[in-house]
């Protein structure tokens, strides 16, 4: 059964634009959220993360906001730049110590010059 | 620079024929993940060392085991690979309560 889900497979944004990608979860236990960035080729690349505690982070032009109430969360990219293209996975861990993560399928963001 | 290395990066082998893929870092961390991802799946949690504890998910197959000899090594083996087996195998590591730290995979394929 899959606890965390990213519905949207793939998303296209214009250079310069602002890139949403969603995430939901089923999992109320979860206390900290993820996104991993992945080029072709190689692992998933830590990018930013959430505490339940919080609503947003914010790292440069990466915002990740959460609301616990409806179980999403969204990575925002802004402004949206051609190396951002990459699949990024959603992951969530419930604070048992083995931090045990689990994914969503992923997004493939394209970013367009 | 510190880092998690998987060797090979693509391996090839035989229906039944054991197959072992190693995992190696850098980075000090007490904590050595085992996931397997197939095409547009999630990466799916095998089993995970913690410091010497190992920990293995409910529905990891008997198939599956593993070996962690010291802190900077991790090895997946598989006893008898079926063609459901082939697919991404991707090592991690972590810090207890830390984001985890991927290594490049190992594509897996089974003739």
């Known amino acids: 059964d899959q606890q965390v889900k990213q519905n949207s497979p793939s998303l296209s944004v214009q250079e310069g634009r602002i890139s949403i990608l969603n995430c939901d979860y089923t999992?109320?236990?979860?206390?900290?959220f993820l996104w991993y960035k992945k080029y072709p080729a190689e692992g998933p690349t830590f990018l930013i993360s959430?505490?339940?505690?919080?609503d947003k982070n914010e790292d440069g032009r990466f915002t990740v906001f959460l609301n616990k109430s409806a179980k999403h969360l969204s990575l925002h990219i802004v402004p949206s730049q051609p190396g951002d293209s990459a699949v990024y996975f959603c992951?969530?861990?419930?604070?048992?110590?083995?931090?045990?993560?689990?994914f969503g399928t992923g997004t493939r963001l394209t970013v367009i010059p | 620079d510190a880092m998690v290395i998987q060797n090979p990066r693509y391996q090839v082998t035989q229906f039944g024929k054991p197959v072992t893929l190693s995992c190696s870092q850098t980075?000090?961390?007490?904590?050595m993940y085992w996931y397997q991802q197939k095409s547009s799946q999630a990466p799916k949690l095998l089993f995970h060392?913690?410091?010497?504890?190992?920990?293995n998910e409910a529905d990891t197959p008997d198939n599956f085991q593993s070996r962690r000899p010291n802190t900077s090594f991790c090895f997946l083996d598989i006893r008898s690979p079926g063609l459901g087996d082939a697919a991404m195998y991707l090592c991690?590591?972590?810090?207890?309560?830390?984001?985890?730290?991927f290594g490049d995979g190992t594509r897996l394929s089974i003739l």
């Open positions: 991690a590591t972590s810090k207890s309560n830390q984001p985890q730290h």
């Open positions: 999992n109320s236990m979860f206390d900290y």
């Open positions: 992951a969530a861990w419930a604070n048992t110590g083995a931090n045990n993560l689990f």
């Open positions: 959430i505490s339940s505690i919080k």
């Open positions: 060392y913690y410091d010497k504890d190992f920990n």
């Open positions: 980075l000090n961390h007490n904590v």
